[in-house]
């Protein structure tokens, strides 16, 4: 037994050795022999060495999504170093981990424990780096305010580096906040200033980001030829650095410009093709990504029971996964499912658990969504006060987080509501707020609908001319975003008021007053 102990002990040097050294020259070891090997060298003293070895293991195990032992092992990383820069890493870490599953409080602290010590070791970029992760923690939890002081922070740190990388990094974070307050322009402004800091690095990776996000705000602006002329060019880079996870973004931003222009069958080879290639290199994140974006094309076509399949799929995942934030999306789609199928108590079921999960993770912009959803569902099944009650309470929220795209939502569905007690002026009253925040913010799919309801009401008011006016601004708007569904509406609103009119025009021949108001 002790010759036995004493043998292993004095292999242990040179076995740890030779597997580091495999390490070193690229050959692959499993992660559960580079765990073994990482703890021996703990007991044997080596902490740098084992710091090194559980690293890489941890890494691995969050590339494949294995998130609970990534996380024990950089927490284990943690407990025995005493290398600031390689801690300050480690949190980093730990932060995006949190941030992904949705573990907001933990994933702050966690940066913040890597800005405190960035800051001891005075390292500008580094603290920038955090700032900015930090910033998109934020900025995911629909708290844009304190997102932007985050990159302002670390826009004042890169000015001192002069580095284009971080400076890259910066504008991306500027502009997709100014994106999210659809502030287009200034968002656009920032991005082409990311692009022009990522042409100055020479890298092709930070050029693909930054047309990524000039994309993504066409996109968000209805500009979907704009969109797709930015996406090819990320596809042509992903192509040229062959580059899996570049190839599967550009065909799944190409498959969502693709379903908004209506081609339905390109979308879906975008998005096949996306989730076949995920599924080639194990990423389970844009497998789920790919199958999310499948899912919400079948629910458009009508094919619910694919598309039940899928997120039934997905939400196996994720549960096995712990991932609450992703379920909680899961929940609204499996929702929005039963919605189509007009099983409104079953939707509201599948709205409900994702509210609930959504207030433990304290996303206000999700809750917000879930509330939106419950309300629309209230009002479907006439139970008009309950729904006014929640949508009240949803513009409460989206007001709180500047969620301008969020309250114009509640005007226009408080707006139908209303029209729902045949209460017309009050309910032109929420449709012309929505009008009004609609046009400041270039939301034109907010302000096609938001002018056509409007139209509508002002028609049963016997306001023609009104009526008229905003009928003009439904179909300007409409035929500028292309969406025909849209269209269809507003050609069956031109018939209503065609009718109205020849009625008018027949009552003044005949000299008859005529009130519309029902």
């Given at each position: ?50 710091a ?77 780096k ?45 502009g ?10 200034i ?51 992903a192509n ?121 993770l304290n ?57 729902n007690?045949?209460?017309y ?23 096609t ?17 009104k ?41 003044k ?10």
């Amino acid at each position: 037994m002790y010759t036995d102990l004493r043998l292993r002990f004095d292999n242990f040097k040179p076995i740890t050795e030779n597997a580091l050294s495999a390490l070193k020259s690229f050959q692959i070891i499993h992660k559960d022999d580079l765990e073994r090997t990482g703890l021996n060298f703990i007991r044997g003293g080596n902490f740098r060495k084992a710091a090194h070895c559980l690293e890489q293991c941890a890494d691995e195990a969050w590339k494949n999504y294995e998130i609970s032992r990534a996380e024990k092992i950089y927490k284990k990383i943690l407990s025995f170093t005493d290398n600031n820069a390689l801690a300050t890493r480690i949190y980093i870490k730990l932060g995006d981990i949190y941030s992904h599953t949705g573990k907001t409080e933990s994933a702050e602290e966690s940066y913040k424990s890597a800005y405190v010590l960035a800051k001891s070791h005075k390292c500008e970029n580094t603290k920038a780096k955090v700032l900015i992760k930090s910033g998109d923690l934020y900025f995911k939890n629909g708290n844009l305010v304190k997102s932007l002081a985050e990159y302002r922070k670390a826009r004042r740190y890169a000015a001192k580096t002069n580095d284009p990388e971080i400076n890259s990094m910066v504008y991306r974070g500027m502009g997709i906040n100014f994106r999210a307050r659809k502030k287009y322009y200034i968002a656009q402004r920032y991005f082409k200033c990311e692009l022009k800091e990522a042409i100055e690095t020479g890298k092709k990776e930070y050029i693909y980001y930054a047309y990524e996000n000039l994309g993504n705000c066409n996109f968000n602006k209805s500009n979907y030829e704009f969109a797709e002329n930015s996406y090819y060019k990320c596809l042509s880079i992903a192509n040229e650095l062959k580059n899996k996870k570049f190839l599967i973004q550009s065909n799944i931003n190409l498959g969502k410009t693709s379903y908004y222009q209506g081609n339905y069958d390109e979308s879906r080879y975008r998005f096949e093709y996306s989730r076949q290639m995920s599924k080639t290199i194990n990423d389970h994140i844009n497998i789920a990504i790919s199958s999310e974006n499948l899912a919400n094309l079948y629910l458009t076509t009508q094919n619910y029971r694919q598309a039940k399949y899928l997120l039934n799929l997905l939400l196996k995942y994720y549960l096995k996964c712990n991932n609450q934030k992703d379920i909680a999306y899961v929940y609204t789609a499996l929702g929005n499912v039963s919605y189509f199928l007009k099983k409104y108590k079953t939707a509201i079921k599948y709205y409900h658990k994702s509210y609930i999960l959504n207030k433990k993770l304290n996303n206000l912009k999700a809750i917000s969504f879930s509330l939106g959803n419950i309300g629309v569902c209230l009002k479907l099944l006439g139970q008009y006060t309950k729904a006014l009650n929640i949508i009240r309470k949803q513009i409460i929220i989206d007001k709180k987080i500047q969620n301008l795209e969020g309250v114009i939502r509640g005007y226009i569905n408080s707006g139908t509501i209303y029209n729902n007690f045949s209460n017309y002026r009050t309910s032109v009253k929420f449709h012309e707020r929505a009008i009004r925040l609609s046009r400041k913010n270039n939301l034109r799919h907010h302000l096609t609908v938001a002018s056509y309801n409007c139209s509508e009401m002002l028609l049963k008011l016997g306001n023609l001319k009104k009526s008229k006016k905003y009928y003009e601004i439904a179909l300007k708007t409409g035929l500028a975003t292309k969406n025909q569904e849209d269209l269809h509406h507003i050609n069956i609103l031109k018939t209503k008021i065609n009718q109205h009119q020849e009625v008018l025009n027949a009552a003044k021949k005949q000299s008859i007053k005529i009130d519309f108001h029902e």
